[in-house]
């Protein structure tokens, strides 16, 4: 490997980061000394050690985070912008709920047809505005937002005119206790249960990992979201791709809800945790659409997101602060690499200069 490569290679993963994180801190520490609070008690409770109840919330919620990131990157990837995640994970959970819980299927294979169901409905949702891009040439942009609109309505009179009464509002049919996978209790069941569907998260990394980087698959996405043109030009069916990315991008964003359904939940309502689609997003950009580097962000998101209501407890800061810090992070990640790539590719044309003016004197 060439020093220039070595270069590269360090200031992408270790100089980007670390300027974000700084900046990040910087930003969020100047927000909590204007709300009137103290800087040093904020960052003191932030950055404790968490409780063994913490742990297994942050790892059951990184889970969910990983696999919405998951899906928005596998379009990042391509160049397209699928901003719909939230859409068709909820609409995914939604119907994989109803379908689990009319329990046609015994036991397990309940749980087996219920994901099977999430991730067609998830496919199916992202691929009306693949369809609409390659045939009409509407942006996926503006489709995603609409079609997550379209799926709260469509959510909100299924549930009020077919859903079960509970309480004030309405859900779906409990699933059966048969069905259901609480998981694993590393800390005794008073500390609560690390999810069974954990493991999809895992599954959904590898895989993504092996087909992006060693199929043919993978190589024409990656050609296509860097040179569309190029792509064309070696044979590539730009518009088959398209298509194709999408239904994968949503069939991984139908998966999202599911650790929480079988493992805690057990039906769809006032359970069910919005905003995970918009969050994966944020996620998938701090993690450069890298499997690796989605982790460490979803990591990040679901440790600030647990720590906030121990911030808010202890410190009287709002948990509104903890997603300033959020925004910050993923700003300043973009930032830092946009400067970091700028300085590298000054750093190699200064290099290329001597080269050739050593090259001319020779």
Known sequence: ????????????????????????????????????????EFWDVMLS?????????????????????????????MNLF???VEGQYTLAAFVASAVAGAAWLPGKANVLLALVV???????????AGVLKVTRGVSEVISTIMLN??????????????????????RTTP????????????????NGQIWTLCILAVIAGVTMSVVINRTRFGFDLRATGANEDAAIASGVKVKKMVVIAMLISGAIAGLVWMPALFGAAGYYGPPFQHMLGFTGIAVALL??????????????????????????????????????????????????????RRWVAAHEQRQLTSAIGEEARA
């Not at 999430?118 to 009306?128: H, P």
């Not at 609109?149 to 309405?170: E, S, V």
């Not at 048969?178 to 069941?189: E, I, R, V």
């Not at 009287?316 to 690499?337: D, R």
């Open 49 to 77: 050690w968490p409780s063994n109840r913490n742990w297994v919330n942050i790892t059951n919620q990184t889970s969910m985070l990983f696999l919405a990131a998951l899906a928005a990157a596998i379009a990042f990837r």
């Open 1 to 40: 490997m060439t020093s220039a490569k070595v270069i590269r290679a360090l200031a992408q993963t270790v100089l980007a980061p670390l300027i974000a994180v700084v900046v990040s801190m910087i930003v969020t520490s100047v927000v909590v000394s204007i709300s009137g609070s103290s800087v040093t």
């Open 82 to 84: 699928n901003i719909g």
């Open 149 to 170: 609109a379209i799926a709260g309505t469509m959510i909100g009179y299924l549930l009020n005119n077919h859903g079960d009464q509970y309480g004030q509002g309405r």
């Open 118 to 128: 999430a991730m067609v409905v998830g496919a199916l949702w992202a691929g009306i």
């Open 175 to 190: 699933i059966p206790e048969s069905s259901m996978m609480p998981g694993w209790a590393p800390w005794g069941a008073i």
């Open 287 to 340: 993690g450069r659409n890298r499997p690796l580097g989605i982790f460490f962000g979803a990591v990040l998101f679901a440790w600030l997101s647990e720590r906030a209501n121990a911030v808010s407890l202890e410190t009287g800061v709002s948990p509104s602060v903890v997603q300033v810090t959020q925004g910050v992070v993923v700003l300043a990640v973009v930032i830092a690499y946009e400067v970091v």
